[in-house]
């Protein structure tokens, strides 16, 4: 019996999460809601809420699987991309548990654990297939050959998806976290109610800085015009937002199975659980006969099941790190 315990600790949720032979058995997240008054991440207040939060986190994991300690056979964490701070901690609690029961340590590529979270239930993607990883930090279109073979195709120049809605949602006025809230409001707006500029980037690449600039300039003027226009034209406004962001992503993945011939599509990271990004991704699909793969909500957001999980095909492969190992606050997919 393998049975792989996942940390995960790259930004604000502390994670952890059992997988037994590759099923996975428990997820556990303690969120920190410290952050919201601040209107975003705290780096130094991230690390201390780990510190807190890792052992009870992992306590309850081990519990809700139905195991003990004992029964582990090697712990998977994740080394990087993320806050510094906040890495150093899964880590060392890492490193901590698997020297205390000697067994193997494996180290997860956060990146990748996202696009290997398709692999956590059925259905899952066949090789090769393209991923769309779209979170606060990242937005990359990978062609995906093997579990841990990668090639990152198109990213973002600037500005991540994730941002541009957080820092579009702050002009708006929304709080902290924001993608969300565009999210609820855009689903009872028109989405063609504004016009918002497409960047004309070449390649498979993003960039999503100019828009933020449009959509500044938009509501500015508006508002000169109805000091009340957030209040009566939120929806409208979400939905707009929303749509180009989406309308982004999505062209640049047309784009990309043009290019490499590739009919399997798939959505990670946190921007995956939108419900506009979700839906259009389906149509998509189903227009151009694709096989698409959209991972449940729990497994968009950072989470420890796909570190798990992860964690399960290096140990398989045999693929381990010693006590020297430390976190790298960037790593690239491929």
Same mark, same amino acid.
């Given at each position: 019996m393998t049975v792989i315990l996942g940390i995960e600790s790259s930004c604000d949720e502390t994670s952890a999460s059992i997988c037994i032979d590759g099923k996975i058995k428990?997820?556990?997240?303690?969120?920190?809601?410290?952050?919201?008054?601040?209107?975003?991440?705290?780096?130094?207040?991230?690390?201390r809420a780990h510190q807190q939060n890792i052992i009870p986190t992992v306590d309850?994991?081990? =519990? @809700?699987? $139905?195991? #003990?300690?004992?029964?582990?056979?090697?712990?998977?964490?994740?080394?990087?991309?993320?806050?510094?701070?906040?890495?150093?901690?899964?880590?060392s609690f890492a490193k901590s548990f698997a020297l205390a029961r000697n067994i193997p340590l494996v180290e997860v590529n956060h990146m990748q654990?996202?696009?290997l979270a398709h692999f956590i239930e059925d259905p899952k993607p066949q090789f090769p297939f393209l991923c769309l990883t779209v979170s606060g930090g990242h937005t990359q279109i990978v062609l995906v050959k093997d579990y841990?073979?990668?090639?990152?195709? $198109?990213? #973002?120049?600037?500005?991540?998806?994730?941002?541009?809605?957080? =820092?579009?949602? =702050?002009?708006? *006025?929304l709080p902290y976290p924001g993608g969300p809230l565009i999210d609820k409001y855009a689903a009872d707006? *028109?989405?063609?109610?504004?016009?918002l500029p497409e960047p004309q980037i070449p390649d498979l690449n993003f960039?999503?800085? $100019?828009?933020?600039?449009?959509?500044?300039?938009?509501? @500015?003027?508006?508002?000169?015009?109805?000091?009340?226009?957030?209040?009566?034209?939120?929806?409208?406004?979400?939905? #707009?937002?929303?749509?180009?962001?989406?309308?982004?992503?999505?062209?640049?993945?047309k784009k990309a199975v043009k290019q490499t011939g590739v009919r399997q599509v798939a959505i990670a990271g946190g921007v995956s659980a939108n419900s506009g990004l979700?839906?259009?991704? @389906?149509?998509? $699909?189903?227009?151009?006969?694709?096989?698409?793969f959209i991972p449940k909500f729990e497994y968009c957001t950072d989470n420890a099941a796909m570190i798990a999980i992860a964690g399960y095909h290096k140990f398989l492969q045999g693929d381990f790190v010693g006590q020297e190992i430390t976190p790298l606050a960037r790593m690239s997919v491929g």
């Open positions: 428990s997820n556990i997240i303690a969120n920190q809601l410290v952050h919201a008054k601040y209107g975003g991440v705290v780096p130094e207040l991230a690390s309850e994991a081990i =519990k @809700q699987a $139905g195991i #003990t300690k004992e029964d582990i056979t090697s712990v998977a964490f994740t080394r990087g991309p993320g806050l510094l701070g906040s890495l150093l901690v899964g880590t654990a996202h696009i841990f073979d990668m090639e990152l195709i $198109g990213e #973002t120049l600037d500005d991540a998806a994730g941002e541009a809605f957080d =820092k579009t949602a =702050k002009i708006l *006025n707006g *028109n989405p063609k109610a504004f016009v960039s999503f800085s $100019g828009l933020k600039t449009a959509i500044l300039y938009l509501v @500015q003027r508006e508002m000169k015009a109805d000091p009340q226009f957030l209040e009566h034209r939120m929806a409208d406004l979400c939905a #707009t937002v929303q749509d180009r962001i989406v309308s982004i992503l999505l062209n640049k993945l979700r839906k259009q991704l @389906q149509e998509m $699909g189903e227009q151009r006969k694709l096989d698409v």
